[in-house]
C-alpha cells in the first residue's frame, strides 16, 4: 500500500482528454515535495514523463503536463493517441518513511 | 546518450544470494546518485535502495535492509547490487536508475532495460 494513492485503471477513446491523479498527504506532497511522472509502455522500462510537478523533459510532447494542488497531482494527457496506452507512475518522497523515494501504486490507462 | 546496462539476473533458490551489476555510459559517473528499481511480474514500481555519487551514503527500503547491499565502483562505472537471502519476494525485474536533482526531491532520468531475478526452487 503506497502513500501515493492512482486510481488502477482509467480509459479514453482518442482524441479525448484524461487526468491521472496522485494523491498523498501533508507528509509528502502536501509537504511541497516535487512529485514527478513515468510512462511505461507495455514491456519497456519506464521514462520519466514530467519532473518537478509540471516539467517535461526534452521530447515529450506538448500533450503531456502536470500540476499540483495541496496534497495531491495530477497527470493530464490531452489529444489522446493509442499510443498512450501504458502504465503510469507518479513519484516524491515522504518526510515519515526511511524511503528515499515512493511511487504511487500506478495507473494503466487503456486507450479504447 | 546516458546508458545502463544491467546484468547479473538469473534463478536462484530460496536462501541463495546473487550479486547485480550495472555498466554505465554516457554522464560523468561519480556525480550522480545512482538506484535499484524493481518491479515484481505484473506489480507496479518499488525503490530498493540509493547510493550517492561518492558512494558515502546509501539508502535502503525497509523491505531489503540487511539483505541487500548497494555499492559502486567509480573506477568502472559500475553499479551493483548484493543480494542474500532470497525470498520468493524479492523476484522482479531489477533496474538500475540514474538520479538527478532539479528541485526540492530527486527524480530518476535515466533507467536500464532491467534484469530479471527469479527466486523460486
Known amino acids: 500500500q503506497s502513500v501515493l494513492t492512482q486510481p488502477p485503471s482509467m480509459s479514453g477513446a482518442p482524441g479525448q482528454r484524461v487526468t491521472i491523479s496522485c494523491t498523498g498527504s501533508s507528509s509528502n506532497i502536501g509537504a511541497g515535495y516535487d512529485v514527478h511522472w513515468y510512462q511505461q509502455l507495455p514491456g519497456t522500462a519506464p521514462k520519466l514523463l514530467i519532473y518537478g510537478n509540471n516539467n517535461r523533459p526534452s521530447g515529450v510532447p506538448d500533450r503531456f503536463s502536470g500540476s499540483k494542488s495541496g496534497a495531491s497531482a495530477s497527470l493530464a494527457i490531452i489529444g489522446l493517441q493509442a499510443e498512450d496506452e501504458a502504465d503510469y507512475y507518479c513519484?516524491?518522497?515522504?518526510?515519515?518513511?526511511?524511503?528515499?523515494?515512493?511511487f504511487g501504486g500506478g495507473t494503466k490507462l487503456t486507450v479504447l | 546518450d546516458v546508458q545502463l546496462l544491467e546484468s547479473g539476473g538469473g534463478l536462484v533458490q530460496p536462501g541463495g544470494s546473487l550479486r547485480l551489476s550495472c555498466a554505465a555510459s554516457g554522464f560523468t559517473f561519480g556525480s550522480f546518485a545512482l538506484s535499484w528499481v524493481r518491479q515484481a511480474p505484473g506489480k507496479g514500481l518499488e525503490w530498493v535502495a540509493t547510493?550517492?555519487?561518492?558512494?558515502?551514503?546509501?539508502y535502503y527500503a525497509d523491505s531489503v535492509r540487511g539483505q541487500f547491499s548497494i555499492s559502486r565502483d567509480n573506477s568502472k562505472n559500475t553499479l551493483y547490487l548484493q543480494m542474500n537471502s532470497l525470498r520468493a519476494e524479492d523476484t522482479a525485474l531489477y533496474y538500475c536508475?540514474?538520479?538527478?536533482?532539479?528541485?526540492?526531491?530527486?527524480?530518476?532520468?535515466?533507467w536500464g532495460q532491467g534484469t530479471l531475478v527469479t527466486v523460486s526452487s
Open positions: 547510493i550517492s555519487g561518492g558512494g558515502g551514503t546509501t
Open positions: 513519484q516524491s518522497y515522504d518526510s515519515t518513511l526511511t524511503a528515499h523515494m515512493v
Open positions: 536508475a540514474k538520479e538527478r536533482f532539479t528541485g526540492r526531491n530527486p527524480e530518476i532520468d535515466s
